[in-house]
């Protein structure tokens, strides 16, 4: 029997049940594919992150899985995974199609560098009658990210998705966006098609916005919130080719996984 360790955080949290829960597993060395998407599915939460060291530029190659898929980027299990490994300052990840990404420390929290990922206009009309809104701007990343954009916090709040439809769209990320209330932007974020009908608080969905958003309110840096059930508030700052997202982490569970 092989004895895994693994820790479940709620990342983008201040405290036990809010943000979104990450399993992160470390690793000595890869497992076949196979058995980490069955590790995924047997934990059942939006991500299993995996990590095993390395040398050179990174200190640890990082990969996400959800219950169904392997998945291009994870922000919320990213900062759950620099809680986790963080020794000094800073903990360095290498990934295999987001490219280097890194967890700092910044005050009680950290500070998340993802790629910044810009959308381009394009009409979503399957992904908007399934979300049963009124788009102002839709917009779409190739990495499947669909970024529709309505007027109000409230129609964000009021959303009530039809989940077959937008699973029959494959494996895309949707986001719903607009003016916050007591944030500069709301958000909510589902992945019906990758197992997951609504994300709690979805850290790569903010490498997508926070482009967008910059633009549009004229400056680099804002405050956000995911509007889910448990919810999850993010600082937002755009550097260049790079978004920076400020959270907190909260450990709340330790244990083996027997394998």
Same mark, same amino acid.
């Given at each position: 029997?092989?004895?895994?360790?693994?820790?479940?955080?709620?990342?983008?949290?201040?405290?036990?049940?809010?943000?979104?829960?990450?399993?992160?597993?470390?690793?000595?060395?890869?497992?076949? %594919?196979? &058995?980490?998407? $069955?590790?995924?599915?047997?934990?059942?939460? /939006?991500?299993?992150?995996? !990590?095993?060291?390395?040398?050179?530029?990174?200190?640890?190659?990082?990969?996400?899985?959800?219950?169904?898929?392997?998945?291009?980027?994870?922000?919320?299990? !990213?900062?759950? /995974?620099?809680?986790?490994?963080?020794?000094?300052?800073?903990?360095?990840?290498?990934?295999?199609?987001?490219?280097?990404?890194?967890?700092?420390?910044?005050?009680?929290?950290?500070?998340? /560098?993802?790629?910044?990922?810009?959308?381009?206009? $394009?009409?979503?009309?399957?992904?908007?009658?399934?979300?049963?809104?009124?788009?102002?701007?839709?917009?779409?990343?190739?990495?499947?990210?669909?970024?529709?954009?309505?007027?109000?916090?409230?129609?964000?709040?009021?959303? $009530?998705?039809?989940?077959?439809?937008?699973?029959?769209?494959? %494996? &895309?990320? !949707?986001?719903? !966006?607009?003016?916050? $209330?007591?944030?500069?932007?709301?958000?909510?974020?589902?992945?019906?098609?990758?197992?997951?009908?609504?994300?709690?608080?979805?850290? /790569?969905?903010?490498? &997508?916005? &926070?482009?967008?958003?910059?633009?549009?309110?004229?400056?680099?840096?804002?405050?956000?919130?995911?509007?889910?059930?448990?919810?999850?508030?993010?600082?937002?700052?755009?550097?260049?080719?790079?978004?920076?997202?400020?959270?907190?982490?909260?450990?709340?569970?330790?244990?083996?996984?027997?394998?």
């Amino acid at each position: 029997m092989t004895r895994l360790p693994i820790i479940q955080v709620d990342a983008f949290a201040d405290r036990p049940f809010t943000g979104n829960p990450a399993a992160v597993m470390p690793l000595e060395e890869w497992l076949p %594919d196979d &058995v980490l998407q $069955k590790i995924a599915n047997e934990n059942n939460l /939006s991500e299993t992150a995996f !990590t095993v060291p390395v040398e050179g530029d990174a200190d640890y190659e990082l990969r996400w899985f959800t219950p169904t898929t392997e998945v291009a980027l994870c922000g919320h299990a !990213t900062l759950a /995974s620099g809680h986790v490994l963080i020794e000094g300052e800073r903990v360095r990840f290498r990934t295999r199609k987001a490219g280097d990404l890194s967890v700092e420390r910044q005050g009680e929290g950290y500070a998340l /560098s993802l790629p910044a990922w810009k959308p381009e206009p $394009k009409p979503l009309p399957i992904i908007v009658d399934a979300l049963g809104c009124r788009a102002a701007q839709t917009l779409w990343h190739p990495h499947r990210y669909g970024l529709v954009v309505v007027e109000t916090a409230d129609e964000v709040l009021a959303l $009530k998705p039809d989940f077959q439809a937008m699973a029959r769209q494959g %494996d &895309v990320l !949707t986001i719903v !966006t607009a003016p916050g $209330k007591d944030t500069d932007i709301i958000s909510r974020v589902f992945a019906p098609g990758a197992g997951i009908n609504e994300d709690p608080v979805t850290g /790569s969905a903010h490498a &997508v916005m &926070v482009p967008y958003w910059a633009e549009r309110l004229g400056r680099d840096s804002f405050t956000a919130y995911q509007a889910s059930a448990r919810g999850g508030h993010l600082t937002c700052r755009l550097a260049g080719d790079r978004v920076i997202l400020g959270g907190r982490c909260v450990t709340v569970i330790e244990g083996t996984f027997h394998l």
